[in-house]
């Protein structure tokens, strides 16, 4: 790594680091960008983070620079990465359902055909959370409640997908909040502000357990290891299931040789026992897929969301 | 004790004394702010011992909420908005030659802000939170408002009441670009993806305040500032008496709005600044060089440092955006936030708590030592300090988003607010609108939905009865004297 950054640092100093000349050199002669859509510390940023730090060690001259490219619900950055030089100098993170609900809303320049898939890394179940005191203990019970607040965080969202679905499969109409960042929802729940709130497994299993919040059920197709007693939404007769899910891509166009070699290394990494070891500390769900059983996830995901924008578009 | 020992390791010292030390410089240079200095620095403490990492950036944190009051007591150039209300003060005083008296002022201030708030952080930080959930929606929309009665206050001094008001108005109008929260809808975007996301406050107010004052340097044919009087009091001017009184008003407040959610530091300093004007015994002097003012200012956005941790580090929810960062760095170790912070990482909480003393204590003692040597700093020639200064706002509005639109935002806003500020209205208004309108209308907008569309949620818990009462006595005792004095201005014309 070090004899990398040297050797990096001489060759601009040269000006050999222009095109013609990386072209020329070995793969890779330059640290690779990886372009995260998201705020540094946050659990995207983290994800990416726990990728180049194994990627690094194990990996001969391979060198990552972290760009954090925040803003518009990941908009900005997954455009940054469907724009960027199909050189493998650049690659990125992308998270759903953002990145298929900016295509359908028709506010994306870019489209899932910009991209190389290259897999997917970390997962965050959806959850339906109460207030800890709330007479709501199952989907049944919110089902049958009429005039409930319920907190999504922000129009487009995973959480305003899933109690849409919920919406038209139990034939309610809640009374909608939507808040900037599952921060607000958060405060929400656990100050009794609202009823419910739909939001994501890692935002409140420590509250969860604490007794300070309760979730009432997982929108996964099975139970959840992190939490194995909770009951699916499926289980309990209602069919919404939706989570986060976060992955690699890369800007269509790279030359094979290289996206195989990042590839590999992708899956290498979240095979390995450190990772895994790694991503379990902080707090991070891995759900691997391989390069086209994710893209074969993003072109569904795109289809079922169409028809949720189709329904009631945002 | 075992706490102590941790902190006081000559390592942990050196670690706690660079990051204050670099705090004050990244407070105190226009566009680089503590946001941007932690979210920086997580990753790095990721390969760092954590109790070390997180007291880095604790000392950061402290430093650089006290950073940007020394460009903007100096220069009039605050370096983040929560310093903009001791611009208010301190730069007549440095004019008027008193800067080392007002960089003092600051930094004793800051230092008992940040002293107590980290106090109330280590005593009662559980107890405190629970309450804070009370706050709801509505109450925060209650909150922006108390907020923006600080227009009234910038008002007064120079009775230009109405040109304020349309300027903070002006303010909340370009704070309405961007979605649209609630409904997801884009309000006059123009098709920019940059524009998704609203106008960003800082190049805003890098343009407005750093910018505009450079030009204004520029201008100038020569440079005006009383060096005699500051030569003079190099030796000290004293505190004055009674100081302490608006030191501890500040405090409290700071602390108190830090605990709340929303962005506290720049409330907080206004809310202080104009709590410390209503009970002032010499309120003539404000917006002349008051350093009453800069006490309670300076004190309250300190105060936030602890006050904004007390949710951060009990529940998860971060009182404002730094600690969003910081609570990203204790996840990256991880400590999630919730009781187990108390118990299975007591080892690294309370060293993190503890630290934040120690930096305090650091930019006290820097603040002190260098304050007679950084008031020369409004000695540097306009020849030298224009290009310096509109260089880092330059690159400051870039980096704050790697973005190069945020750097004809910051030169649109410095070319539109030096045409406002030579008709007289007041920048400060403007910000202030610019940063709270967003607040107001998120809590108005959730207030609403919560009450299911009666404005009765807004006068319905007794934390909102409290906040209307406050409010009011913000605002009708500078609204009856400007109205006598309109009056009685008329009956000497007619």
Partial sequence: MFKASIFTSVALALGLASAPAALAGEYPDQPVTIIVPSKAGGSTDRTARLFTELAEKNYEGFEFVIQNVPGSGGQKGFEAIARADADGYTIGLNFTPQLVAHIVSGRAQYTLDSFHVMGNVAQDPGIVVVPADSPIKTMADLAAASGLTVAVNGIGSDDFLAAKQFESIAGVTFNLLPTKGSTEQKAAILGGHVDAAFMNLSQMIKQHKAGDARIIAMLTEERDANLPDMPTALEQGYDVQMRATRGFVAPAGIPDEIQSQLDTMLAEIMASDEFKANAAKGNIFLLPMSGPDYLAYLTDLQAQTQAVYDQAPW | ?494
């Avoid at chain 2, 109790?51 to 006290?66: P, Q, S, V």
Wanted: charged letters at 10%.
């Fill in chain 2, 1 to 494: 004790m075992e706490y102590l020992a941790i902190v006081f390791s000559p390592w942990a010292l050196l670690t706690i004394f660079i990051g204050a030390f670099a705090g004050v410089a990244i407070g105190g240079m226009p566009g680089l702010t503590a946001t941007m200095a932690v979210g920086l620095l997580v990753p790095f403490t990721y390969t760092m011992d954590p109790a070390m990492g997180l007291m880095l950036l604790g000392g950061i944190y402290a430093g650089a909420m006290y950073g940007g009051s020394i460009p903007a007591i100096l220069l009039n150039t605050p370096g983040t908005p929560a310093a903009v209300a001791t611009a208010i003060e301190g730069y007549p005083m440095s004019r008027a030659g008193r800067a080392p008296l007002a960089l003092k002022t600051s930094v004793i201030a800051s230092f008992a802000g940040g002293t107590f708030s980290v106090f109330i952080l280590l005593l009662f930080a559980p107890f405190l939170a629970r309450q804070a959930l009370a706050f709801g929606p509505a109450e925060t929309f209650l909150l922006a408002l108390m907020g923006l009665a600080g227009i009234i206050s910038i008002a007064d001094e120079n009775s230009s009441l109405l040109k304020a008001l349309i300027a903070g108005v002006l303010g909340m109008i370009i704070a309405i670009i961007g979605t649209d929260d609630m409904s997801g809808s884009l309000r006059y975007t123009m098709g920019l993806v940059e524009l998704y996301d609203g106008i960003d406050f800082m190049p805003a107010l890098i343009g407005l305040f750093s910018m505009i004052q450079m030009l204004e340097l520029a201008g100038q044919k020569s440079h005006e500032i009383d060096t005699s009087a500051l030569e003079k009091e190099q030796k000290g001017e004293k505190l004055p008496r009674g100081i302490g009184k608006y030191m501890g008003l500040g405090a409290g407040t700071g602390t108190l709005i830090g605990i709340l959610p929303g962005e506290g530091a720049t409330i907080a300093a206004f809310i202080s600044y104009n709590l410390s004007k209503r009970i002032s015994k010499t309120k003539e002097l404000f917006g002349k060089g008051n350093p009453e003012g800069i006490a309670a200012a300076e004190a309250g956005n300190n105060g936030c440092v602890g006050g904004s941790l007390v949710p951060t580090i009990t529940l998860g929810i971060p009182g404002n955006s730094v600690a969003a960062a910081l609570m990203g760095a204790f996840i990256i170790h991880g400590m999630i936030p919730g009781p187990d912070l108390f118990t299975e990482y007591a080892d690294r909480t309370y060293p993190f708590i503890i630290s934040l003393f120690v930096a305090n204590g650091v930019f006290l003692a820097v603040g002190l030592f260098f304050a007679p040597y950084l008031a020369r700093i409004a000695l540097v020639p306009p020849a030298i300090m224009v290009p310096v200064v509109a260089a880092f706002a330059v690159l400051g509005s870039y980096a704050l988003n790697n973005s190069v639109f945020d750097i004809y935002l910051m030169i649109a806003f410095a070319l539109g607010g030096l045409v406002l500020k030579k008709l007289g209205y007041s920048l400060e208004a403007l910000i202030l609108g610019l940063i709270l309108g967003p607040i107001a209308e998120g809590g108005f907008s959730q207030g609403m939905i919560i009450g299911k569309g009666s404005p009765w949620i807004f006068f319905d818990s007794n934390i909102a009865k409290v906040m209307w009462v406050i409010i009011l006595a913000l605002l009708v005792p500078p609204l009856y004297s400007y109205w006598k004095h309109v009056h009685k201005a008329g009956k000497a014309a007619g």
